[in-house]
């Protein structure tokens, strides 16, 4: 077994500015379930098919850009601008699972990489394939994704040697940094907008915990202060207005939930409250009127950022979080990356403030909009998750697919973020603080540390009975708090088999604080009922549907779960549908499906019509399956939706 040396996914063990700390990645381990699968996938799957894909030159051409940057071979650069991130993203996946397996094969892998991102590197510690190879001028544009490469480099050079404890990749991350440290902190005017993808803050405050050199703090700071400290920004890249005094969620999905993980890092560090203060009320804007029911947060391809009707501020903005209750779903795009940046960023909200409702919202993306990106194959992706498809007629607009795609030259980013996240998934289960153990998601696992070992064992998300076992008892008292998700009305708890008077509401953490023996046992009883969720009237792509959750899942209706000849569209869900769960472990991979009666109006011939009189058209009984959203789309082209028109 690999020599851990961890500190969580993030290393905020010493940050003075927030509640809980990362539990270490390294003590936590899947044993069984739902998320014990998926890392199993990941491992023998998906990280060996994106490492495959990438050194080759002619699919993926990654590991051949740095090769060429190292005099290693002679050739060109192709593929995207952030073409390095897929290298990085791997590296860090690679030592999440390491740090589970202690795979000698994948540690050498990882060692002969490194030697050739050092040997890419320039002497003054600048590394940016896309840049050196084609010889161009560094920082003349921001989408030239210099910083986002870099930044990368700098996170997974961090996990790296704290899983490791080997010191060369966090080298060439110092070097690198140490060059940004030169470039930026006089605050080049020039340079004021070079800035795009901003993951250099989040990478530079984790290399500030890591090595406590104070310059990659500062340096952090600087970034965040550099966004609207100029005219001539954009709202594409959250540069128009300057974060503390921004009101609203605008601009690139990607960047702006980059930016504001990046932030929250920055507040652990610092307790700017300035910058706390405009986290917060940008987290409400984005979820009480700007995020899907499956929590995408991404509704645009393109679309124009207007503030409150000024005209002058319309930003053209691709990848666009979009105006509020602006959702439509035939056309949405719900970019991976785009849900996994908001997974970062409420990850470290949670951290900063214990509360449930940033855990909860992590759950909603985990199972629904950044699973639903991976295919159950392991080997095939969405960059959109759309929420209604219409079939082999679908017009496709960018980065839409009938089915699921390889990446290749272009298309890189979501299925490397998919790998490291699905990784690290284990290091978001608890967080510690001086009270004791916060068990925030629910999966069978072993969490093992000085203080306390617990044992998790549940077959959650398709049940809602949870079971923690003490094999190792703290001496004196401990708490242990469990979220209770905001959906989970009447949740109980027991000890040793007898129920609590401890509260536990919906979206706050149950806590409980006792001696522990060895042995003792938790259970935890979280009703599954099925939901039907409506939207806020101002949706009006939801208005007078319903969507199905039960649990955390949200559900979806596919046309091969429906008699051959019936269209989706037809479907109608009576306000009293009686949808009964029952788990098919040869279904797609496993899952728990919804069965129940409901209505068929046929469409009739639309030919050569947009409109027409309403039809009389009786409707008709028909039993239908629906099944959970994140695993739509792995039996062939095919129609489907999430939200469904309710009689």
Same mark, same amino acid.
Not at 235 to 241: E, G, I, Y
Not at 493 to 498: D, R, W
């Given at each position: 077994m690999a020599a851990i040396r961890t500190y969580g996914i993030i290393k905020n063990d010493a940050s003075p500015h927030c509640t809980l700390r990362n539990a270490d990645i390294g003590a936590v381990r899947w044993t069984d379930g739902f998320w014990a699968e998926q890392f199993k996938r990941c491992n023998e799957v998906t990280l060996p098919h994106l490492f495959k894909l990438a050194a080759d030159p002619n699919t993926g051409h990654a590991l051949t850009n740095l090769r060429i940057a190292a005099g290693l071979e002679k050739g060109e650069f192709v593929g995207t601008h952030w073409q390095d991130e897929w290298i990085y993203k791997w590296l860090e996946a690679a030592s999440a699972i390491y740090g589970m397996t202690g795979d000698k094969a994948l540690d050498r892998q990882m060692d002969e990489v490194i030697d050739i991102i050092g040997k890419a590197q320039q002497p003054d510690g600048y590394i940016a394939t896309q840049?050196?190879?084609?010889?161009?001028?560094?920082?003349?544009?921001?989408?030239?994704?210099?910083?986002?490469?870099?930044?990368?480099?700098?996170?997974?050079? %961090?996990?790296?040697?704290?899983? $490791?404890?080997? *010191?060369?990749?966090? =080298?060439?991350?110092? !070097?690198?940094?140490?060059?940004?440290?030169? $470039?930026? !902190?006089?605050?080049?005017?020039?340079?004021?907008?070079?800035? &795009?993808?901003?993951?250099?803050?989040? +990478? #530079?405050?984790?290399?500030?915990? $890591?090595?406590? =050199?104070? !310059?990659? #703090?500062?340096?952090? &700071?600087?970034?965040?202060?550099?966004?609207?400290?100029?005219?001539?920004?954009?709202?594409?890249?959250?540069?128009?207005?300057?974060?503390?005094? =921004? $009101? @609203?969620?605008? +601009?690139?999905?990607?960047?702006?939930?980059?930016?504001?993980?990046?932030?929250?890092?920055?507040?652990? @560090?610092?307790?700017?409250?300035?910058?706390?203060?405009?986290? @917060?009320? #940008?987290?409400?804007d984005l979820v009480e009127k700007k995020m899907y029911v499956q929590g995408g947060c991404c509704a645009l391809h393109r679309g124009l950022s207007v503030r409150k009707g000024v005209v002058w501020t319309a930003d053209d903005v691709h990848e666009a979080v979009g105006p509020p209750y602006h959702l439509p779903n035939a056309t949405a795009y719900n970019e991976t990356c785009a849900q996994i940046g908001c997974l970062m960023w409420n990850w470290r909200m949670l951290a900063i403030t214990g509360e449930a409702r940033f855990a909860d919202v992590m759950e909603r993306l985990t199972y629904n909009s950044i699973l639903s990106g991976i295919g159950l194959d392991g080997a095939s992706w969405f960059y959109t998750n759309i929420l209604r498809w219409h079939g082999k007629d679908h017009p496709l607009l960018s980065a839409d697919a009938y089915q699921r795609f390889q990446p290749g030259r272009n298309h890189i980013c979501c299925p490397s973020n998919l790998l490291r996240t699905v990784a690290e998934m284990h290091g978001y289960l608890y967080n510690i603080s001086d009270e004791g153990v916060w068990v925030n998601h629910y999966g069978g696992s072993v969490r093992d540390c000085e203080r306390i070992r617990l044992t998790q064992t549940t077959r959650y998300p398709w049940e809602g009975k949870?079971? /923690?076992? /003490?094999?190792?008892? *703290?001496?004196?008292? %401990?708490?242990?708090?469990?979220? /209770?998700?905001?959906?989970? =009305?009447?949740?109980?708890? !027991?000890? &040793?088999? @007898?129920? /609590?008077?401890?509260a536990a509401q919906p979206g706050t953490y149950a806590k409980i604080e006792r001696n522990w023996s060895k042995g003792d046992r938790i259970e935890l009883a979280l009703p599954m009922d099925v939901r039907l969720i409506e939207a806020h009237p101002r949706v009006e792509e939801a208005r007078n549907h319903v969507a199905v959750m039960r649990g955390p899942i949200v559900y979806c209706l596919e046309s091969p779960d429906l008699p051959e000849g019936v269209k989706v569209s037809e479907i109608r869900i009576p306000r009293k549908i009686n949808l009964r769960a029952r788990h098919e472990k040869d279904l797609l991979g496993g899952v728990t499906v919804l069965e129940g009666k409901a209505k068929r109006v046929k469409e009739g011939d639309w030919t050569g019509k947009l409109y027409r009189p309403l039809s009389e058209e009786l409707a008709e009984d028909i039993l239908i399956r629906l099944i959970p959203y994140y695993a739509w789309s792995n039996r062939g082209v095919s129609e489907m939706t999430v939200w469904m028109p309710v009689r």
């Open positions: 840049i050196t190879v084609r010889g161009w001028k560094r920082y003349q544009n921001p989408q030239h994704h210099e910083l986002y490469v870099m930044g990368h480099l700098l996170t997974a050079a %961090c996990l790296h040697h704290r899983i $490791t404890g080997k *010191p060369a990749l966090l =080298e060439v991350a110092r !070097k690198a940094a140490d060059h940004l440290h030169v $470039t930026f !902190k006089d605050r080049d005017p020039s340079l004021v907008h070079i800035q &795009n993808n901003v993951s250099q803050i989040m +990478g #530079l405050v984790e290399l500030y915990r $890591t090595t406590g =050199e104070r !310059k990659y #703090l500062d340096l952090a &700071n600087i970034f965040i202060d550099m966004h609207g400290a100029a005219p001539g920004g954009t709202d594409l890249r959250q540069s128009r207005v300057p974060l503390r005094k =921004e $009101t @609203e969620v605008v +601009g690139h999905s990607v960047f702006w939930s980059y930016f504001y993980a990046g932030a929250a890092d920055a507040y652990m @560090e610092t307790g700017d409250r300035s910058l706390l203060d405009a986290l @917060e009320r #940008l987290w409400h949870v079971r /923690i076992r /003490i094999d190792r008892a *703290p001496t004196g008292s %401990c708490a242990i708090m469990l979220r /209770i998700p905001d959906w989970a =009305e009447g949740a109980m708890i !027991k000890v &040793n088999g @007898e129920a /609590i008077s401890v």
